[in-house]
């Protein structure tokens, strides 16, 4: 395969990621509204792109639980189902807590360190109110914690499951008293991860997604 045809195959492979990628995040900041139809020609005509790499897209976040499949009807944004929700929050409060304990026990100084930076650009979007970018943040500070600990399948289990739950945990960040005491948290987190206090950092992860899971069950109530 020439060099062209090697940069094609590459586009062919990676564009549809991109659009899934661009998708996904229009779901989680509810700019596509849950239950709301996909429509392809605007959605092609909003991100550039023909049918067929948005159609894999589409795909791709039905694996993840964000879009719906409706036969001979196209696609439409996923409902939020309260208790798979909660369900699934245990779930991970169940890994984030095995996580703690093999980070404080085996995470290097380097690992620790990559956190503490993505805490200290996390604390800086916060106070810009940059919410898009907080969360992203937010995000790879958590899987960063996880993949400290070592365990490839804890971790690729994990990421599964955050898939299907992102949206909701972009929510609960919606509630402004709800951001200010998860930034709080974030920083008794990163002390305990620093100090390797294995029992006190699963208390905190604990309590950490409770008090979402509490914040977004109100919210999908309302």
């Known amino acids: 395969m020439n060099d062209t045809a090697e940069v094609a195959a590459l586009a ?18 509810g700019k596509l509204a849950p239950l709301s139809r996909l ?3 605007e959605l092609c005509e909003r991100l550039g792109v023909s049918r067929t790499p948005l159609r894999e897209a589409t ?8 879009v719906e499949l409706l036969p001979n009807r196209g696609a439409r944004v996923a409902g939020i ?10 779930v991970m409060g169940a890994l984030e807590a095995l996580a703690a304990t093999l980070a404080c026990s085996v995470a290097s100084d380097g690992a620790i360190a990559a956190v503490r930076a993505l805490h ?14 907080y969360f992203s943040r937010n995000q790879a500070i958590h899987l960063a914690m996880v993949s400290a600990g070592g365990n490839a399948v804890l ?3 994990y990421r599964v499951l955050n898939d299907r739950v992102r949206r909701v945990r972009f929510m609960a960040n919606l509630s402004k008293a709800r951001w200010k ?16 206090d294995s029992p ?11 008090h979402k899971l509490t914040v977004v069950t109100a919210a999908i109530a309302t």
Do not use: F, S
């Open 200 to 210: 006190r950092l699963q208390e905190l992860v604990r309590d950490h997604l409770a």
């Open 59 to 66: 795909r791709m976040l039905a694996a993840e639980g964000l």
């Open 181 to 196: 005491a998860a930034v709080r948290e974030h920083e008794e987190m990163l002390a305990a991860l620093e100090a390797r």
């Open 120 to 133: 200290r650009q996390m604390v800086a979007d916060y106070k810009r109110g940059d919410l898009d970018a």
């Open 39 to 41: 429509n392809e020609r």
């Open 81 to 90: 189902d309260r208790e798979n929700i909660h369900q699934t929050l245990e």
């Open 155 to 157: 971790a690729g289990t």
């Open 12 to 29: 062919r492979t990676t564009l549809p990621h991109e659009v899934r990628d661009t998708l996904r995040n229009l779901i989680v900041q």
